[in-house]
């Protein structure tokens, strides 16, 4: 059984930093691409980045690019998302997903996902 558990949320000023962790157990996060998508209230949840299966691309939504940066620990099996220069529309519910699919932009080709962590950013 896959399960991914995310952790690292909080409150946080603006223009500061979180790093959020994605553990996974029942799926190897190398062998699979591996996502972080967000969700706030009365909005649908939108792709943010996502690091390619075995070779490690990495695909950044332009709304982070250049302040998110996903990495992943093999030796931990776990995801990161490290997210800098924070600003109050950053304020959502933060997910990471898996898929085996190539469409990673895409929640929809995502099979497993993590319970969410939420991040609010004070101005």
């Known amino acids: 059984q896959v399960q991914l558990v995310e952790s690292g949320g909080g409150l946080v000023q603006a223009g500061g930093s979180l790093r959020l962790s994605c553990a996974a157990s029942?799926?190897?996060?190398?062998?699979?691409?591996m996502g972080w998508f967000r969700q706030a209230p009365g909005k649908e949840r939108e792709f943010l980045a996502a690091i390619s299966r075995i070779v490690g691309s990495t695909y950044y939504a332009d709304s982070v690019k250049g302040r998110f940066t996903i990495s992943r620990e093999n030796a931990k099996n776990t995801v990161y998302l490290q997210m800098n220069s924070l600003k109050p529309e950053d304020t959502a519910v933060y997910y990471c997903?898996?898929?085996?699919?190539?469409?990673?932009?895409?929640?929809?080709?995502?099979?497993?996902w993590g319970q969410g962590t939420q991040v609010t950013v004070s101005s």
């Open positions: 997903a898996t898929t085996i699919r190539s469409g990673y932009r895409n929640r929809n080709e995502y099979d497993y």
């Open positions: 029942g799926r190897t996060v190398s062998s699979y691409t």
